[in-house]
T-cell receptor, first 115, second 114 residues
Framework: DTAVSQTPKYLVTQMGNDKSIKCEQNLGHDTMYWYKQDSKKFLKIMFSYNNKELIINETVPNRFSPKSPDKAHLNLHINSLELGDSAVYFC??????????????FGNGTRLTVT | GQQLNQSPQSMFIQEGEDVSMNCTSSSIFNTWLWYKQDPGEGPVLLIALYKAGELTSNGRLTAQFGITRKDSFLNISASIPSDVGIYFCAGYPTPSSNTGKLIFGQGTTLQVKP
């Protein structure tokens, strides 16, 4: 019954590999997000999608490609992983459009470690 | 870009004490949110504030939306060990609110000594 669920919880991989993180929400929200939390716990937005359409794309390297097959899912694919990509990645969702100022509901994160 | 300055960065208090933390910005925000993050989990919403001057409580937690719309504070009364965690303020800035970009403060790490 988890509202925003993302998999896997932990991901350990080597530099240069390609990996994906999946996210699903069952709240009926229209907008989904990916946030990155660095080692200092700072949360920074990467992308947002509203009803499968890209709304926000912060200066994220092209190696990161979000994909939204439907409004309940937002996956994140990362190509050619680098050491600096190590972080915790959080998926989130919110009600209404990106302009609604609604609170975000977060998943429990995916801890990515690149060795 | 917009920034939120959250303080203090960390607090170590005795169980039963009251706690206060705040968030300030040089820009105007039209929504303030307070989240708590436990280890290994995602941030969970504690309180949402939508109007300048608004004062809202959630159990032992109280938060206020500053009159100037550039600040907010969170108080926790009679702290207990399970209050341990990282507290984040977050806000939607104005006039860029139509971007839907929620900005986060740097977080306040709270430790409670039983």
């Amino acid at each position: 019954d988890t509202a925003v669920s993302q998999t896997p919880k932990y991901l350990v991989t080597q530099m240069g590999n390609d990996k994906s993180i999946k996210c699903e929400q069952n709240l009926g929200h229209d907008t989904m997000y990916w946030y990155k939390q660095d080692s200092k716990k700072f949360l920074k937005i990467m992308f947002s999608y509203n009803n499968k359409e890209l709304i926000i794309n912060e200066t994220v390297p092209n190696r990161f490609s979000p994909k939204s097959p439907d409004k309940a899912h937002l996956n994140l694919h990362i190509n050619s992983l680098e050491l600096g990509d190590s972080a915790v990645y959080f998926c989130a969702s919110s009600h209404g459009s990106g302009a609604s100022n609604s609170p975000l509901h977060f998943g429990n994160g995916t801890r990515l470690t690149v060795t | 870009g917009q920034q939120l300055n959250q303080s203090p960065q960390s607090m170590f208090i005795q169980e039963g004490e009251d706690v206060s933390m705040n968030c300030t910005s040089s820009s105007i925000f039209n929504t303030w949110l307070w989240y708590k993050q436990d280890p290994g989990e995602g941030p969970v919403l504690l309180i949402a504030l939508y109007k300048a001057g608004e004062l809202t409580s959630n159990g032992r937690l109280t938060a206020q939306f500053g009159i100037t719309r550039k600040d907010s504070f969170l108080n926790i009364s009679a702290s207990i060990p399970s209050d341990v965690g990282i507290y984040f303020c977050a806000g939607y800035p104005t006039p860029s609110s139509n971007t839907g970009k929620l900005i986060f403060g740097q977080g306040t790490t709270l430790q409670v000594k039983p």
